[in-house]
């Protein structure tokens, strides 16, 4: 009995939206509110006030007088007053709008004939049936606006005056003014078979309702003052507005009963319109907005809703969350792909729950024992009818004792322990992966770097959160479709993201490219690495040998490295070519990743990546990997060829610029002859710094270490090396070449309407060598833009996401394997025309070629 | 090769011109095993039921979104013509504007033609207003009058007349007599408002005249590609360039979703945004499948019209009141929703966040029978 009871049995299966009705405020009001004044004399809320004890309770100790909870069980409970005079509600000014223009004002029919009545309802129907709202909406407007031309009732002959609006809420008809209650008697006269029409469903809405006659007050829960440091009590937004209010409706009653004249009555009347209007919206647009006596804008119901920080974006779309770390990363290789080292005093924080039963009491008690300060320990105990209790030192004795079977424990986080690992911005699913617990000395989270890329992190002061799921479902769920081993293959484009980066990529290369070493020093990295099975017989082996003895036995594979060269590996066995960027990496590259994946399982290919990322590091570290300034040496001949070059281009510049001075230049269709020649020039310095770059990869060393790091991918591209050893080359801002600064030139020390490289932002010298003063100017100018750019283009590309994210969200595959939408609308009749799973699949396809070839090598 | 019949069933077209293309030349044992294994991976990569492929389609766009630049030109060669490219292009085509920044249309052509005939060609195609023809404009105040000077190389360019000219510009002037003289036309206001005004307003008037070509394409450009010569145009008015009898309205495409759209309908429109987002993606060195972006396009073309990503488009359509509110201008939505009583199934995502429920996607979508014991 009472194991069910944990379960859950309810469950909201729909959410019906609605007007309320002065009944239904009345109903669920616990309490009239007929005082502003908050509290008495000795700080208690007074009866009728708008802190009334019945609305709900804030301070701890009291009870709520409705319900009898405490605070925190009571969710509270609403209030109502009673207005003096209708008002207009601000939110349903058009609609009570509508309503008045498009129906008569004399018998509340709306003005069109009755064969047309009905002819517009079976319409309206229809489309309510078969459409969705927003189409039924746009009909319904077309409705009203031919209605509102109508000048007589064609039931009663009755004339019809425009009805006129000065905003925000007053109305006006033949230059007369409204009142709310005449508003509200003609809303009376409206039947509720007419409502459709406007839009409105009768049984949920009456058009009177509109006007209000009786406002819910909200209750205190959802309005909680604060106590200030000095005692004070500081009260909520909405209270102070409630008060306004209360006080002025107040005014209100006495000066009527009181028979004071019209004029007064009115003004106090169109205050508390005021008042009420800022309650609901504090933006009206033709209202000052109410402030607080500070001047600041007071945030009532409407602002509460609103935006990001509003109720639903903030708190409802998205939730805050115990059991959390947050902390700097630093890099461990020596981690488990799939771990993530968790600091001490972490783990010492974080916990998991874990159920008290005869077979596992002994180990528990264990924890319980060394408390919450002792590693590993507990922090919580519950009991069987959820009694939390705290364990300290003093409380652990007591708790030991009675620990029995059923209880659960919150017991510290420990090796093993299921968590989920995250860092934003969380753009992709690889985001957030599951990862094992290792916990570990001092104050960082730990992880294996190879899975940098999916959280797109670096450790440069990069922090990320860890979350702990609680419940066994949650764990279960994390554990199978969370890990890291499931994700290896992204969803985008069908190849690996997690892969080896940087050294690790430089270390194979090295290895699998040029070394040779002894059967001690093989031993001695496979079994550093982690391999412990060892059959080597060789004395010298050959990098590539080495490397083989991680494939499994009968794998095949052929692929390119990155330079284009074949590689083989046949039987486990590498045969010729390098391991480099193109088949180990991630983020789309890594090849051979993804054939290991298909072919042996996830669990296999994590462990080789983990295998393979280490022997890289062991390699480099082992054998020394260093960049230095003479990696970037050329031969004079080289220095020389590059000069030449480049003098070339500045000749040709110099020809075309001669051109364009005699208007000889030929011009490119549809562009102006400044326009070519600027194209013209371009072209001509980027073939020459093209050119320099041919040059600077041909008479470098080609296995200097800075060489290798660009030619295996690890880090860097030629471009870089030739920036730096040959000629940075042209500066350009949005694909032109630098025309700010002065008027007609750049920079003071160029001749006005010098056309030269130089003059616009033609970097001749390479990094090694320096940059001359107007150089480093402009690459500083460009740095700058780049700089702007990518701050622009954040907030529209995340906005773009939202959207993409918030109009496909609902989009899933159906049993029948139809793509459909939230209301099960297809979209699609098969995903993709073809059913493929992009994260299963080898690159989006199903690779029949490589399926004929391995059929044939069978 | 033949594929048997039990295994035509089985695999999407793709797959089955792949296994046709490559199986040549096998025997037909060893033809059956690769069928054999083809279908085992084929049904390993098989979608899950219940994988919220909208979501994974959304990270797939909106995470390389970040690594886009803001570029909005580029310059692939000196010959081509400027494009929106990167992040502006795919915003401006998820979010179905009506006019976008720069129109564009590759032109086939029927036949193998020399570059001569092409350039011909071309230059029908352009959109000429008078001002381009036109030597000069000669106001005569006293009489009040306009001489315009057509230029002769620029009209036999076009294969136009002085007379077809004057033409135009009778039906496009009124209130005003025109006559012609050689190359010269003349334009003499009549009517009660003539005045001098009145003159160089005309004056202004006739600048913009249309006068040959089609209407929207500013800016032809010949080019060669794989063979054969294309036109590249800057505008687009892909209803009248298809009506041209030169054109190969196979092959010929504009940019603009809507003119695709009213003239080849929503599949065609539909193609367009995969083929133009999946362009702007391969520009930017991004690797993302088409199968993300194919979804998006179907979202968006679904009931036969272009809809945006944006709060008037699909996210306008969902039948969920909370999910709608969840994404812009919540109180409307909300206010809307109790004026006519809806009713939120709370069949969506984000509601049954907002609820604390289970999701009805993946892992949320099966539901277990069991009776509990009470």
């Keep these: 009995m009472e194991e069910s009871e944990k379960y859950v049995y309810k469950r909201v299966r729909f959410i019906d939206f609605g007007v309320l009705s002065p009944k239904k405020i009345k109903e669920m009001a616990s309490a009239k509110v007929v005082t502003p004044e908050l509290y008495d004399k000795e700080g208690y809320p007074v009866d009728g006030g708008l802190m009334d004890v019945r609305l709900g309770v804030i301070d701890p100790g009291l009870n709520c007088k409705t319900c009898g909870s405490k605070l925190k069980e009571c969710l509270g409970h609403f209030g109502f007053i009673e207005l003096a005079r209708p008002l207009i509600h601000i939110k349903f000014v058009s609609q009570i709008q509508a309503l008045l223009a498009g129906t008569c004002r004399e018998c509340g029919i709306p003005l069109m004939t009755q064969a047309k009545i009905e002819k517009e309802l079976a319409n309206i129907k229809k489309l309510e049936k078969e459409v969705n709202q927003t189409i039924v909406a746009k009909y319904i407007k077309k409705i009203i606006a031919r209605l509102k031309t109508q000048t007589a009732c064609p039931h009663c002959k009755a004339k019809q005056p425009k009805i006129k609006i000065e905003k925000p809420t007053t109305f006006f008809e033949a230059e007369k003014r409204v009142t709310p209650i005449e508003i509200r008697t003609r809303l009376e006269k409206v039947s509720d078979e007419h409502l459709p ?7 949920t809405v009456r058009p009177e309702w509109l006007v209000l006659t009786l406002l819910p007050i909200p209750p205190v829960t959802m309005r909680p003052s604060i106590t200030l440091e000095s005692g004070e009590r500081s009260e909520d937004d909405l209270t102070h507005k409630l008060g306004d209010i209360v006080r002025i409706n107040q005014r209100l009653f006495e000066n009527i009963n009181a028979g004071a004249p019209e004029i007064i009555i009115e003004d106090l009347w169109d205050l508390l319109q005021y008042h009420v209007t800022t309650f609901f919206d504090n933006a009206v647009a033709q209202l000052p907005p109410a402030r607080h006596r500070s001047g600041q804008p007071l945030k009532t119901i409407t602002e509460r809703i609103k935006s990001k920080e509003g109720r639903i974006r903030h708190n409802l779309a998205g939730k805050r969350t115990n059991f959390s770390a947050r902390t700097a990363i630093s890099p461990d290789s020596k981690l488990k792909i799939n771990e993530v080292g968790v600091p001490k005093i972490i783990a010492m924080k974080l916990s998991v729950p874990e159920k008290v039963t005869e077979w596992n009491m002994e180990y528990m008690k264990q924890f319980v024992e060394n408390g919450p300060k002792k590693y590993p320990g507990a922090n919580y105990i519950e009991r069987p009818d959820g009694k939390k209790k705290k364990v300290t030192s003093e409380t652990k004795e007591a708790a030991l004792e009675e620990l029995q079977p059923g209880y659960v424990i919150e017991r510290h986080l420990m090796d093993g322990d299921i968590a989920i690992f995250n860092r934003q911005p969380s753009l992709h699913r690889m985001s957030m992966m599951c990862h094992k617990v290792r916990v570990l000395p001092y104050k960082t989270f730990r992880m294996n770097p190879a899975v940098n890329h999916p959280y797109n992190a670096d450790y440069d002061g990069d922090e990320m959160n860890l979350h702990i799921p609680q419940t066994e479902e949650a764990r279960a769920e994390a554990e199978i479709l969370m890990q890291v081993q499931t994700q290896l293959i992204s969803p985008r484009y069908g190849s690996s993201v997690i892969g080896c980066i940087q050294d690790a990529v430089s270390g194979n290369y090295v290895l699998t490219k040029y070394m040779k070493i002894t059967k001690q020093e093989a031993i001695d990295l496979l079994y550093a690495i982690g391999v412990d099975e060892i059959n080597i017989t060789k004395e010298i082996l050959d990098g590539k040998e080495l490397v083989s003895e991680l494939f ?17 590996i046949k039987k486990g066995k590498l045969v010729h070519g390098v391991l480099d960027n193109a088949n180990l990496g991630g983020g789309g590259a890594g090849l051979l990743l993804r054939r290991i994946h298909q072919k042996y399982g996830e669990e296999l290919a994590v462990d080789l990546l983990y295998k393979l990322f280490r022997l890289g590091i062991e390699v480099i570290t082992r054998y020394g990997f260093t960049a230095s300034l003479s990696d970037l040496d050329l031969p004079e001949t080289a220095e020389e060829k590059i000069q030449n070059v480049l003098k070339e281009s500045e000749g040709k510049v110099k020809e075309f610029i001669t051109q364009y001075e005699e208007k000889t230049l030929e011009l490119i269709a549809g562009k102006t002859l400044k326009e070519t020649l600027e194209l013209r020039i371009l072209e001509a310095l980027n073939k020459s710094r093209n050119e320099a770059g041919e040059l600077v990869a041909e008479y470098s060393k080609k296995d200097s270490n800075l060489m290798v790091m660009a030619t295996s991918g690890a880090k860097g ?28 030139r750049t920079l003071s020390v160029f001749k006005v309407g010098e ?13 090694k060598g320096g940059l001359g003063p107007s150089e480093f100017f402009f690459q500083a100018m460009v740095g700058r833009d780049s700089l702007m750019d990518t701050a622009l283009r954040t907030p529209k590309s995340g906005y773009l996401y939202r959207r993409l994210a918030n109009a496909m969200q609902d989009l899933k595959v159906e049993y029948d394997g139809t793509v459909r939408d939230a209301s099960n609308k297809i979209i699609q009749f098969s995903y993709g025309e073809d ?11 199903i690779n029949v070629k490589r399926i004929i070839h391995e059929v044939e090598q069978s | 090769m033949n594929i048997p019949k039990e295994y035509l069933n089985e695999f ?3 797959i089955i011109d792949d296994l046709k293309e490559s199986g040549k030349g096998l025997t037909d044992s060893k033809f059956k095993k690769v069928l054999e294994k083809t279908l085992e991976e084929y049904k390993k990569a098989r979608i899950t039921p219940g994988e919220c492929v909208g979501l994974v389609g959304a990270e797939s766009i909106g995470e390389p979104g970040t690594q886009m630049t803001l570029n909005t030109f580029h310059f692939a060669g000196v010959s081509e013509m400027n494009v929106t490219m990167g992040l502006p292009r795919i915003i401006e085509i998820l979010d179905g504007r009506k006019t976008i920044s720069t129109p564009m249309m590759e032109v086939y052509l029927k036949g193998k033609l020399s570059g001569e005939k092409v350039k011909a060609h071309a230059l029908m195609l352009k959109e000429t207003l008078l001002g381009v023809v036109v030597d000069e404009f000669n106001i005569d105040i006293a009489d009040l009058k306009i001489d315009v000077l057509l230029k002769e190389d620029k009209l036999t360019e076009r294969s136009l007349t002085s007379a077809t000219v004057a033409n135009v510009i009778k039906k496009a002037i009124k209130k005003a007599t025109v006559t012609k003289e050689d190359n010269t036309v003349t334009v003499k206001l009549t009517g009660k408002d003539a005045s001098l005004n009145e003159l160089y307003r005309t004056k202004e008037k006739l600048k913009d005249v249309f006068v040959s070509g089609i ?11 794989k063979e054969e010569f294309i036109i590249i145009t800057a505008g687009s008015n892909l209803n009248e360039v298809m009506a041209l009898d ?19 309908g929503v599949e065609a429109a539909r193609q367009l945004i995969i083929d133009e987002v999946m362009k702007v993606m391969e520009n930017q060195g991004l690797n993302v499948d088409v199968r993300h972006i194919m979804l998006v396009a179907d979202t968006m073309c679904v009931n036969g019209n272009i809809k945006g990503i944006t709060r008037y488009g699909v996210v306008s359509e969902k039948s969920s009141a909370l999910a709608r509110a969840s994404f812009e201008t919540p109180v409307k939505h909300i206010l809307a929703a109790a004026l006519t009583g809806e009713r939120d199934e709370l069949t969506s995502v984000v509601e049954n966040v907002m609820l604390n429920q289970p999701v009805p996607l993946g892992t949320g979508l099966p539901g277990l029978v069991t009776e509990v014991k009470k």
Excluded at chain 1, 727 to 738: F, N, S, T
Excluded at chain 2, 246 to 264: G, I, K, M, Q, W
């Design chain 1, 552 to 568: 499994p036995k009968d794998f095949d594979f052929k692929g390119e490295s990155k330079t284009g060269e074949e590689i083989e």
């Design chain 2, 215 to 225: 209407k929207g394409i500013k800016e032809v450009l010949p080019v060669k590609r």
């Design chain 1, 835 to 845: 059913n493929i799973d992009v994260s299963k699949s080898e690159k989006g396809i």
């Design chain 2, 12 to 14: 999407p077209e793709k």
């Design chain 1, 755 to 767: 056309l030269s490289p130089k003059a616009h932002g033609f970097v001749r010298s390479g990094f």
């Design chain 2, 246 to 264: 030169f054109v190969d309205t196979t092959r010929t495409t504009s940019n603009d979703l809507y003119e695709v759209h009213a003239v080849l």
């Design chain 1, 197 to 203: 029409l406007f839009g409105m469903n009768p049984e």
């Design chain 1, 717 to 744: 591209k030629m471009i870089n090396f030739t920036q730096m050893c040959g000629c940075v080359g042209q500066q350009a801002l949005r694909g032109q070449r630098i025309n700010k600064g002065f008027k007609n």
